[in-house]
């Protein structure tokens, strides 16, 4: 059941100075509120009212979901989402009609104090947006910006996350672009979203699905999809790395390193089912960033400022010729936010509404999974001469990516048989289905292991792929004489994991037991592709660093088993590394750290060789070696040979 949507009556806000003007309306600081009064002071408020001649296609529906949608949220649901994304917080009401809503203004950590390129001395105080970084290093640093290479690839890793996060949630963004994208590189690097109102929340939209011109799709494609948001992740990363507004070409990106090359190019495919996952993307940022140069890039010292159109946009973006050497001085001290007209429209941010929700309590997650410890022992050999690395860019030994084949949820069409089945229905009890895959049989039962567990009821439709968004949903079921849907999550013998995504960690025993989902640790399983109705293990083989596979079977209804392909998580990169790898080793002789690395040139150690053998120290003969113990696996221990470069 959705809860009821926060509304505030036009006439009981006192609006401040106006911060902005755009194509949708226009958006004021709100003097007399604040919003989660829970945390000390509360935020800072702004208020968005929609220009008079869009009321009329507006879907005031859409927009009332949108902001209920945090009631029915967990409370750590709903703080997630209103920390990462501008998400709307209160109808606002005038003359009875939704005239806009409200919103948390952006946190302060997404701001910064933007250079004037003509007198450095002047600074503006000004929201950081994504697009100023898609420009040469000499005009980011110019501005006062401060960014590295690692920072550019942990702020792509949080923001691979959040989508993930966001799909599971039932939201699309849509309209992903580097307008409607706010970061920080102070403390952990992050991003946050903006322009919420034009997502897409279970399939409704508020306004029409617009594009940013130079960020569209394929022609043809369905707008606010998962597919589509990975598509234009992957243009971010790509325009991201060449310094560049309207690039495709992946080059710069394979350079830093070759797996995310190989997953921008798959995610720009114009087939929608083949395009990488978030989780996926998320996972090679962050290895990436683990060897990536943590120092600020500063540029040649030529600055040239971007012409008409935003950051980067026009006469003086990338690629024009340089006007001359601009010093970039000391910060100056914050200003007061200035006024502004569209681009501030689009950033003003967003409201955490848990003044709203702040009674309802949190239902918890399950703990961890416990993890095995494992067993790591080191040899050594005496080191050469002091070698002193480079900074390098880690580029991880894994074999090329291939995208996976399209993951099938199905949709069954039952047919019910006890009418009082549905009257009696309520979200969290439990039925069985002893139906087939096309025709439903229910009978009641208490929610134990090979049940299904009813997530959520829709009343007035019959429609099953209204549960499609539904986390956790694996069958939908209808009644006709109640006019009403079921969505029906499977109970599986075989532990959470069933309902695990790709990207999710999990674990468990190599035997018979429940496998569940736990942190990402050493020692748990990366889940690298999660396929629906099938339990051929055959479709794993092509993963990098697949080691595992574990099948979950649904008797009766094979459309829902569910196969997933693991990945084991070694302590670092000597784990994966084959015969001839070039690595760098750090840390102590007892507790040494291999990573990955860019070139030989920036490495101190070859792989001499490997067995998978626990312990084999005499494999190695007079080379250096480590060794790993997986005691639920033994065929993951290995015994790696290494030497000096």
């Given amino acids: 059941m959705t809860a009821p949507a926060p509304t505030v009556d036009h006439g009981a806000l006192v609006l401040d100075r106006l911060l902005g003007q755009g194509g949708q309306g226009v958006v004021h600081r709100v003097a007399n509120r604040r919003i989660n009064d829970a945390d000390g002071d509360g935020w800072e408020v702004v208020y968005k009212e929609y220009d008079p001649a869009l009321l009329p296609v507006l879907d005031a529906g859409a927009l009332t979901a949108m902001v209920g949608l945090l009631g029915d949220l967990s409370v750590s649901e709903g703080r997630w989402l209103c920390e990462k994304t501008a998400w709307p917080a ?19 950590r997404f701001h910064f104090d933007l250079r004037s390129l003509g007198d450095p001395a002047a600074t503006t105080r000004r929201l950081a947006n994504l697009e100023f970084l898609l420009n040469g290093d000499a005009y980011v640093a110019g501005i006062g910006l401060t960014v590295s290479e690692r920072d550019r690839l942990l702020l792509l890793a949080d923001l691979a996350a959040t989508l993930g996060r966001l799909h599971r949630i039932g939201i699309t963004v849509g309209d992903l672009s580097p307008k409607n994208l706010l970061f920080t590189t102070t403390g952990r690097p992050e991003c946050f979203l903006i322009d919420c109102d034009a997502m897409r929340l279970r399939g409704a939209s508020v306004l029409p699905q617009a594009e940013t011109p130079d960020w569209q799709l394929p022609a043809g494609e369905e707008k606010a999809t998962p597919a589509g948001d990975v598509h234009k992740l992957a243009l971010l990363a790509i325009r991201l790395f060449a310094r560049d507004q309207t690039t495709t070409d992946p080059t710069e990106l394979a350079a830093v390193n070759a797996a995310l090359g190989d997953l921008a190019r798959a995610g720009l495919d114009p087939d929608p089912s083949r395009r990488p996952t978030p989780g996926l993307w998320a996972e090679h940022l962050g ?9 600020p890039a500063a540029g040649p010292g030529v600055v040239t400022p971007p012409g008409p159109g935003g950051p ?19 910060p100056a001290p914050k200003s007061p936010v200035a006024a502004g007209i569209g681009v501030i429209a689009l950033l003003a941010a967003a ?47 894994d074999p090329p990516y291939t995208a996976p084949a399209p993951v099938y949820t199905p949709t069954p069409t039952p047919t019910p048989t006890t009418p009082d089945m549905y009257e009696s229905a309520q979200v969290g009890s439990c039925f069985y289905d002893n139906g087939t895959s096309e025709v439903a049989k229910l009978s009641p039962t208490a929610c134990t292991a090979g049940a299904f567990k009813v997530l959520r009821i829709f009343n007035g439709t019959t429609n099953l792929d209204s549960c499609k968004n539904i986390t956790d949903y694996d069958e939908s079921v209808s009644s006709r004489n109640h006019n009403l849907v079921l969505c029906l999550s499977y109970l599986s013998p075989g532990g959470d994991a069933f309902h695990s995504d790709q990207g999710d960690c999990v674990y468990g025993p190599n035997s018979t037991g429940p496998w569940g989902k736990t942190s990402c640790q050493r020692g748990a399983f990366t889940v690298l592709a999660s396929y629906r109705g099938t339990t051929d293990y055959a479709k794993c083989d092509s993963w990098p660093n697949y080691n595992l596979s574990k099948a979950f079977t649904v008797p009766g209804n094979s459309t829902l088993d569910v196969l997933l392909c693991l990945s084991y998580t070694y302590p670092d990169a000597i784990g994966y590394a084959k015969t001839g790898a070039c690595l760098l080793k750090s840390g102590s002789e007892t507790r040494p750290v291999f990573s990955n690395v860019s070139s030989c040139s920036a490495a101190n150690i070859v792989v001499a060789g490997r067995t998978s053998t626990y312990n084999a120290a005499s494999f190695c003969g007079q080379y250096g070696w480590t ?12 015994t790696v040979c290494w030497r000096w470069r």
């Fill in 351 to 397: 409201v955490m509404a848990l003044v709203f929700i702040q009674s309802r309590h949190d239902s918890g997650s399950a703990p961890d999974v416990a993890v095995p410890t494992a067993t790591a022992t080191y040899g050594t050999v005496p080191p050469p001469a002091p070698v002193s690395p480079k900074p390098t860019k880690s580029t991880p030994v």
């Fill in 312 to 330: 980067g946009g026009g006469p003086g973006g990338p690629g024009s010729t340089p006007a001359g050497p601009t010093a970039v001085p000391t």
């Fill in 287 to 295: 290895v990436a960033a683990v060897a990536a140069s943590s120092t």
């Fill in 627 to 638: 060794t790993y113990q997986v005691p639920d696996y033994p065929h993951l221990d290995y």
């Fill in 90 to 108: 209160a109808l606002v009401r005038r003359e009875g009609h939704i005239s806009g809503f409200l919103m948390r203004a952006a946190p302060d």
